[in-house]
């Protein structure tokens, strides 16, 4: 079970890891580094669901993997909300599909308080270099999630 210490400095502010959801990332993004791994078929870890996150912390939750793509199952993405609710940490989610936090049932499957959405645009143009979802796409539908959707 692992909460891993932030290694690398994309971030300054993340202090850990935690990856409960690993595996090929279905958008196979040309300049991703996790290609470089042998990582497997897309899965939930289920022992990660018994981490001992801690309090204090700022945990970027999936940063191998989106957690949030069309590909991954509710069923995977439920449990990894509820473990983070458990914990007084901030907490980042990054996706390179945020229209799927339009549909999302934040009512009965939330967030935890302290969290930070985002997603990844890597241009203002589309050059196909990940079966992800358009940057436009995904910036129009990150604009559309930030209404109410923190706090749940």
């Known amino acids: 079970m692992a909460l891993n210490k932030q290694k690398g400095d ?3 502010f993340v202090t850990h890891t935690w990856n409960p959801i690993r595996g090929r990332c279905p958008h196979q993004c040309t300049y991703c580094y996790m ?9 939930l ?22 957690m949030w793509a069309r590909e991954v199952p509710t069923d995977w993405i439920i449990p ?5 609710r458990n914990f007084d940490n901030t907490y980042l989610f990054q ?17 935890p308080i302290k969290s930070i959405w985002g997603t990844t645009i890597e241009t203002n143009r589309d050059y196909g270099i990940s079966e992800a979802p ?9 604009k559309q ?7 749940y």
């Not at 290609?35 to 899965?43: D, H, I, M, W, Y």
């Open 10 to 12: 994309m971030y300054p």
């Open 35 to 43: 290609k470089g791994f042998n990582v497997g078929e897309l899965r």
């Open 45 to 66: 870890v289920d022992k990660e669901l018994q981490t001992n996150l801690g309090s204090g912390n700022f945990i970027f939750v999936g940063s191998s993997c989106d």
């Open 80 to 84: 990894v909300l509820v473990r983070c």
């Open 95 to 111: 996706s390179k599909n945020p229209e799927r936090w339009l549909g999302w049932d934040w009512q009965s499957y939330g967030a």
């Open 134 to 142: 358009t940057p436009l796409n995904r910036y129009q539908a990150l």
């Open 145 to 151: 999630a930030i209404i109410d959707r923190w706090g």
